[in-house]
């Protein structure tokens, strides 16, 4: 009887080739998807950001929606978001609160014929 083969030593195996490759091709394409949605979802969170803190200073009582879209086009420049339709952006007032509203949809090409589209709709007050 020869006990050397049944071992757990001699039954471990590492990764095989067609399983590495696998595990790579999975890699890339989570890193592809990662840095092409990413990149949407942190020019949208400034802009947020931006409108957040024109109603939570008050600033935006006295703000025509010309003005609106322009003051967030100036913080957009210097932080170097592109690509932003300022039109997706709309002032109303009713019943003396003022809503920044925001929506808009970006499509984004992923590979070959396949794309992400991503949608936000925020109502800030």
Do not use: W
């Given at each position: 009887?020869?006990?050397?083969?049944?071992?757990?030593?001699?039954?471990?195996?590492?990764?095989?080739?067609?399983?590495?490759?696998?595990?790579?091709?999975?890699?890339?394409?989570?890193?592809?998807?990662g840095?092409?949605?990413?990149?949407?979802?942190?020019?949208?969170?400034?802009?947020?950001?931006?409108?957040d803190?024109?109603?939570?200073?008050?600033?935006?009582?006295?703000?025509?929606?010309?003005?609106?879209?322009?003051?967030?086009?100036?913080?957009?420049?210097?932080?170097?978001?592109?690509?932003?339709?300022?039109?997706?952006?709309?002032?109303?007032?009713?019943?003396?609160?003022?809503?920044?509203?925001?929506?808009?949809?970006?499509?984004?090409?992923?590979?070959?014929?396949?794309?992400?589209?991503?949608?936000?709709?925020?109502?800030?007050?």
């Open positions: 009887m020869n006990t050397l083969h049944n071992t757990p030593a001699m039954r471990q195996g590492g990764f095989s080739k067609l399983g590495l490759l696998g595990m790579l091709v999975v890699l890339v394409a989570g890193l592809t998807f840095l092409k949605v990413l990149p949407v979802y942190i020019d949208h969170n400034f802009v947020h950001g931006v409108a803190e024109l109603v939570e200073s008050g600033r935006v009582n006295s703000m025509t929606q010309a003005e609106l879209r322009e003051e967030i086009a100036a913080s957009m420049r210097v932080n170097n978001v592109r690509d932003f339709d300022l039109n997706s952006i709309t002032l109303s007032r009713a019943n003396g609160s003022n809503v920044i509203s925001i929506d808009y949809e970006r499509r984004i090409a992923l590979v070959a014929n396949i794309d992400v589209v991503i949608s936000f709709d925020d109502q800030i007050q």
